[in-house]
């Protein structure tokens, strides 16, 4: 067996805490090993510890819609906030079937500590009650490739900032959204329920979402419908080209 593929296995075979060689921290990570994400792919599976006990991701996701996001370490002011914002909204994610799941790139200890400092700073006086991912090698954050290059170069080596991923991935397990984000810039929460909004509205109608729409929107009918087909699925529309037609929201 070829070096490449034993790093491989040994890293998909579970993400779970390992015995390390005497002085190292981390793995050899490399980036041909990573799985290609993309839209529509399959999100990666892997055990782990959290805050809410051990899991499986893909039992974890179960038949839920799952937003995860990760943050380079505990304790650290822009993730403290985005933490708090999230777990304020998390009745909104509720009502959509959605369940939330952070990652942060320390052991399960630490994060049980930070957890005190979010709900005393950022939660709005909400209880912080979804898990967050203890990974201290950072197998997930490389297994979920959410770094840039100056990060994955730098992986083993201290803070790698850039681990600031936000997936959503639906009951099938799918990824239909990822961005990272840089260090400097915090998440806009709003901005991930108005996606989990728009990517169930097309699941269940076919329908599109215009720049800046909300729920309860005009939305856009997709260009392979026809009108007379358009007329029957969705009622009333408005042609303002024949590849640009807007219809109600029929959800919201």
């Known amino acids: 067996m070829s070096f490449r593929l034993a790093t491989y296995l040994r890293t998909a075979k579970s993400l779970r805490p390992a015995t390390l060689p005497a002085g190292a921290r981390f793995y050899s990570?490399?980036?041909?090993?990573?799985?290609?994400?993309?839209?529509?792919?399959t999100a990666p599976?892997?055990?782990?510890?959290?805050?809410?006990?051990?899991?499986?991701?893909?039992?974890?996701?179960?038949?839920?819609?799952?937003?995860?996001?990760?943050?380079?370490?505990?304790?650290?002011?822009v993730c403290t906030t985005e933490l708090g914002a999230f777990a304020a909204l998390k009745d909104e994610f509720t009502k959509r079937n959605a369940q939330l799941i952070a990652l942060s790139a320390d052991d399960l200890q630490s994060h049980k500590d930070w957890v005190?400092?979010?709900?005393?700073?950022?939660?709005?006086?909400?209880?912080?009650?979804f898990p967050i991912i203890a990974d201290p090698?950072?197998?997930?954050?490389?297994?979920?490739?959410?770094?840039?290059?100056?990060?994955?170069?730098?992986i083993n080596k201290?803070?790698?900032?850039?681990?600031?991923?936000?997936?959503?991935?639906?009951?099938n397990k799918k990824v239909r959204l990822f961005i990272t984000y840089p260090a400097s810039t915090g998440r806009n929460s709003s901005e991930i329920l108005r996606v989990l909004d728009s990517l169930q509205l097309n699941d269940a109608t076919g329908l599109v979402t215009p720049i800046d729409w909300e729920a309860g929107k005009d939305v856009i009918i997709p260009p392979s419908v026809k009108?007379?087909?358009?007329?029957?699925?969705?009622g009333d529309f408005k042609e303002l080209k024949p590849y640009l037609r807007f219809t109600k929201d029929p959800v919201n």
């Not at 005190?116 to 009650?129: C, H, M, P, Y």
């Not at 201290?158 to 009951?171: E, K, L, N, Q």
């Open 227 to 234: 009108n007379e087909d358009a007329k029957k699925k969705y």
């Open 137 to 154: 090698e950072r197998k997930v954050a490389f297994l979920y490739d959410m770094v840039d290059q100056q990060g994955f170069e730098n």
């Open 29 to 41: 990570f490399k980036a041909e090993d990573q799985p290609r994400i993309r839209i529509g792919s």
């Open 158 to 171: 201290g803070i790698a900032f850039t681990i600031r991923s936000v997936f959503i991935i639906d009951p």
């Open 45 to 77: 599976n892997f055990s782990a510890q959290t805050t809410g006990g051990d899991i499986d991701f893909h039992n974890f996701i179960g038949d839920k819609w799952t937003v995860l996001f990760s943050h380079p370490a505990d304790f650290t002011p």
């Open 116 to 129: 005190q400092d979010i709900e005393d700073t950022s939660t709005s006086g909400k209880a912080f009650d």
